[in-house]
């Protein structure tokens, strides 16, 4: 029997450490290379440790190697929406007319359980605290910087995987290649992360099976349970401007603006002045490009296609992304090249589809969920669902609580309401045309 490749995957993140667990599980001789120092013995920077949505997609791939029941006693259930008014008002919206949630999970906490799963493997190898410095693609060797040292050091594996993330540094030399295209567009929009600590004895301030959301219009704030009791709440403002994050500059000014807008979160945020002024702004951007690979260098998670985090569905994708390359490698007899291929034409569609759909979904979270057409719509939705079960299910439904390709999905979701609005439009008709026939 042949030995099997090398393999070096730029990137012990998610994606990174569970495509890492996969091709240990087969015999593959792994180095995963980190610029970052390890996370099992290194604190989260502070303000950089916004929690997951973990969801269907996600627990299947981690069911691939274990991990699902794991991370499922670690997080917590949300079972839907908590919208809080400018008033301080509360409504709940249920996710899934069963009862389905979406887990908040640590991202830090799953990093470290992915590593550990792929650590196991005796063929197996994470080297941190190594920036990737120079990736050369004909030869297929790659150059790193030792942290705290004038040293470099050279690996030339027979696979490259690159993993390492929205601003890939595996990537960067693809884009001198003729025919690679790449796009990288940015919303006016950034995020900082901000902290609800746990009441007395671990106990939740707000609803704790809840994804927690303040929309304002064009800006808001959300908060997902931690499992300790505390919150980790992300704010989505422009990034300057009236509302901007760069438009409060002292303690006081922090305090009026969020006691007139966000006014039931404030009582539980006591470090409230000194998170926001002190954390960081970063910025928030949909990354594209084609095709995911050049010759056995290829490109997964954020790396191939970053989205923004406004379906819950980053990781998620990526996970799904370590999947598929693996079972294409598995259909093909461990030929990497054909299952290179296969994997970004079968991928590729998909993954724009969720990048729309989370765009789309920030406008909804930001300025559509408190209103009475939104609620009148997601009723709708619900009874249409109940009374015809086998054809309709909501969109949302097939994203967060199914397995369906995200491009099968939509196109299943636009088929359905094209129905929909033609009965909508007879039912109307003919309820005229009684109508009419009764007044003559």
């Not at 090398?6 to 667990?21: D, E, F, H, K, R």
């Not at 006014?263 to 095709?291: K, Y």
């Not at 079972?327 to 090249?337: E, R």
Request: with cysteine; aromatic share 10%.
């Amino acid at each position: 029997m042949a030995e099997k490749e090398t393999v070096t995957i730029v990137g012990a993140g998610l994606a990174g450490s569970l495509m890492a667990a996969l091709l240990g599980e087969r015999g593959y001789k792994v180095t995963v290379m980190e610029m970052r120092s390890d996370p099992r013995s290194t604190e989260v920077p502070r303000g950089r440790s916004i929690n997951l949505a973990i969801s269907t997609r996600g627990l299947t791939a981690l069911g691939r190697i274990g991990l699902d029941k794991q991370i499922l006693q670690a997080a917590v259930p949300m079972t839907g929406r908590m919208i809080h008014s400018p008033l301080g008002h509360t409504k709940f919206q249920k996710y899934d007319r069963a009862g389905q949630a979406i887990n908040s999970v640590s991202r830090g906490d799953l990093n470290i359980a992915l590593i550990e799963a792929a650590d196991k493997h005796s063929n197996v190898a994470f080297v941190f605290d190594h920036k990737l410095k120079e990736c050369d693609l004909e030869q297929r060797t790659l150059s790193f910087e030792i942290a705290g040292t004038d040293q470099r050091r050279t690996l030339q594996p027979d696979i490259i995987i690159g993993a390492d993330g929205g601003y890939s540094r595996v990537r960067k030399p693809m884009l001198r290649n003729d025919g690679f295209s790449y796009s990288q567009d940015y919303l006016e929009h950034g995020y900082k992360e901000l902290r609800i600590p746990a009441g007395s004895q671990g106990s939740f301030k707000l609803a704790k099976n809840a994804l927690h959301i303040w929309p304002r219009g064009g800006y808001m704030m959300i908060a997902l349970p931690n499992s300790d009791g505390s919150f980790t709440c992300t704010l989505f403002w422009p990034m300057t401007g009236p509302n901007g994050l760069d438009r409060l500059k002292t303690p006081a000014e922090v305090e009026t603006f969020f006691k007139a807008n966000f006014p039931d979160a404030v009582p539980h945020m006591p470090t409230l002045a000194d998170d926001f002024l002190h954390n960081a702004n970063s910025s928030l951007a949909t990354f594209r490009c084609w095709p995911w690979n050049y010759g056995r260098t290829v490109l997964i998670g954020d790396a191939a296609h970053g989205v923004v985090p406004f379906y819950g569905q980053g990781a998620n994708a990526s996970f799904e992304d370590c999947v598929e390359l693996i079972d294409c490698l598995g259909a093909n007899d461990g030929d990497w090249n054909v299952a290179i291929a296969e994997y970004g034409v079968n991928r590729k569609r998909h993954a724009d589809a969720i990048a729309d759909l989370a765009i789309a979904n920030f406008i909804e979270m930001r300025d559509s969920v408190g209103s009475g057409r939104f609620l009148l719509k997601k009723k709708m939705e619900k009874f249409v669902e109940s009374m015809i079960p086998f054809f309709y299910t909501p969109l949302y439904t097939m994203i967060s609580f199914s397995n369906i390709p995200y491009a099968d999905a939509v196109e299943k979701s636009e088929r359905q309401d094209r129905v929909l609005n033609v009965i909508a439009k007879t039912v109307l008709a003919a309820a005229v045309g009684i109508l009419v026939w009764a007044i003559h």
